[in-house]
């Protein structure tokens, strides 16, 4: 991504209901999905931008790392989190011994990469046998707008095609839903509108809206964990998969 877009999320991804609403499902699949993780254990947020997620993932009592490839964002992402970040990409610049982890999350950072097998197949290697990747990616191809073009993003997904992927790359999925579903036709409609009347605006998605709009969207995201606790979801904007190393 372009380096203004890294600021601009640095300044959002505390507040902005869609990376509020994020981190509250993926927290929630940590501890229900996952078995609990012990002071010893290693994780590593792959493509971790400007560290907005260590924090949530120190939570977890263990050793926390990051990766990313900006080098500026990376420094913004050791000032906030006081965490080891290291400076690498995907698929051949990941500057770790193989199974070195318990834990790697690769939040909506695979649609970034050219090559989403090889990184997923690199990452399997540098987890510990039966460690655990956590990814989250954005959903549908239909669904392509700005956002994805000015995010540098190469592809959507759908459920069946990152499984797959998982697959090949030694990661048995354990759990694998669309999220971001209450929201999914409203935002549907939106980007349907968008791609035959052209975008009204330059918005990138990344507009903090007013408080209280902010405060509605966040909880109505964050309402599906709940649900992801013990049910797939049929469709959403995004999907969560979590494979285990075989």
């Known amino acids: 991504m372009e380096p203004s877009i890294y600021l601009k999320m640095d300044r959002l991804e505390q507040e902005h209901w869609w990376f509020a609403g994020r981190r509250n499902i993926i927290e929630s699949l940590l501890h229900t999905r996952l ?12 493509g971790c931008g400007t560290g907005g997620n260590l924090g949530l993932l120190s939570r977890l009592g263990c050793e926390v790392s990051g990766l990313e490839m900006d080098r500026g964002a990376a420094e ?10 290291y400076v690498g ?12 982890f318990d834990l790697i999350v690769l ?16 990452l399997a290697s540098k987890l510990k046998p039966g460690g655990s990747l ?24 759908r ?18 839903s669309y999220f971001n579903t209450w929201l999914f036709p ?12 052209g975008p009204t605006t330059k918005s990138d998605d990344l507009t903090l809206p007013s408080p209280v709009l902010n405060k509605l969207l966040a909880g109505i995201l964050s309402s599906e964990r709940h649900l992801l606790k013990f049910a797939k979801l049929p469709f959403g904007v995004s999907i969560a998969a979590i494979g285990r190393k075989t």
């Open 107 to 122: 939040l909506d950072v695979l649609e970034h990469i050219d090559d989403d097998v090889g990184a997923l197949r690199t």
């Open 35 to 46: 078995t609990p993780l012990d002071s010893d254990s290693r994780i590593l947020d792959a």
């Open 186 to 197: 409203v935002i549907a409609l939106v980007r349907i509108l968008q791609r035959r009347l």
């Open 89 to 100: 990409s995907l698929p051949d610049g990941v500057p770790f011994a193989d199974e070195s």
């Open 159 to 176: 459920l069946r095609e990152l499984t797959d992927k998982m697959r090949q790359c030694r990661l048995r999925p354990i759990h694998a």
């Open 76 to 85: 913004i992402a050791r000032w906030k989190s006081g965490k080891s970040v």
């Open 134 to 157: 956590l990814i989250t990616v954005p959903a549908f191809s239909f669904l392509w707008s700005r956002h994805d073009e000015s995010h540098h993003h190469k592809r959507r997904y």
